[in-house]
């Protein structure tokens, strides 16, 4: 899943690209990820791209008083062409979901792996009347998301700091991938919870996040999109490692298996050497 600095990569290519081009054409190959129907799509037709956006994981292009909004979702991606391919696209036969044609020629498409589609894409007059973008918190690397910020949200919650990590109503952007990134750059155990933490332990945990969003942000400005997921899984140092050593310790880096996601950690360097339970509400084993 594209998260927060993936998705900071596709506006800024957008950006680069898109940007001053007007649209010649817009296709919805899969109905089901179409979520609006007024304006209609055929209305983006004629605008020019003024400006690109990113609201957590959300991409917002701007066509006049009109915004073309789109989240990839688990298995979405952005498929970019100098010159966009003339073949007719059929619904159900292809993994595109819209195709986006510019007036030089070029355009991309959107498309999804899988079976379980969630990729949506919204036409709309104002961004903040896309239900997941109203719903947003605040983004963590905001430059004036501070401290205290951080520190009043996680005040009093009873909720482990993995889950709160990927709240996008506590913190826009940061998926499954990014806070195990950012549990393990903090050294804590992703089932401690927020309302538990030590002045100490809120201040590490805050510049975690702000740290590991930061560099996957600059590590990944400027590539290509068929770049950004080599060179996001390339940056990690516990997700997706399963079985592997940690960088920092050398110990093997564990999972927790849950019913559609997992997460992984390194016991050394989170939780005191102590495997975590591969269940929901557990504890640590004693």
């Not at 004629?46 to 909004?69: N, Q």
């Not at 355009?107 to 973008?133: Q, R």
Request: hydrophobic share 40%.
């Amino acid at each position: 899943m594209p998260e927060l600095p993936e998705v900071d990569a596709l506006v800024g290519f957008l950006r680069e690209r898109a940007v001053g081009h007007a649209v010649t054409g817009a296709t919805v190959a899969a109905i089901s990820a179409l979520k609006t129907f007024d304006p209609p799509l055929q209305a983006l037709t004629g605008r020019t791209i003024d400006g690109a956006r990113r609201h957590g994981k959300f991409v917002d292009l701007e066509l006049g008083d009109l915004h073309l909004v789109f989240h990839l979702a688990r298995a979405g991606w952005l498929r970019w062409y100098e010159e966009l391919p003339k073949t007719v696209i059929r619904p159900g036969k292809s993994p595109i979901a819209l195709r986006v044609r510019l007036d030089d020629g070029s355009g991309f498409d959107l498309t999804e792996a899988g079976t379980k589609k969630s990729l949506a894409v919204y036409v709309a007059h104002d961004p903040a009347d896309v239900p997941g973008i109203a719903r947003l918190g605040p983004d963590p690397t905001a430059p004036d998301f501070t401290l205290d910020d951080f520190a009043a949200i996680l005040k009093g919650r009873r909720t482990q700091v993995k889950g709160l990590l990927r709240d996008q109503s506590v913190f826009a952007g940061v998926g499954n991938a990014y806070s195990d990134e950012i549990l393990h750059n903090a050294r804590m155990s992703p089932y401690a919870l927020a309302a538990n933490l030590k002045p100490d332990d809120v201040e590490r945990l805050y510049r975690a996040l702000r740290d590991t969003l930061d560099e996957a942000v600059a590590g990944a400005a400027g590539r290509p999109p068929e770049e950004l997921k080599d060179g996001k899984r390339s940056r990690m140092q516990v997700h997706g490692r399963t079985g592997q050593p940690c960088p920092v310790c050398g110990d093997t880096v564990r999972e927790v298996i849950f019913a559609d996601s997992t997460f992984q950690y390194c016991p050394t360097c989170q939780t005191g050497g102590k495997p975590l339970a591969d269940r929901v509400l557990s504890r640590l084993l004693k």
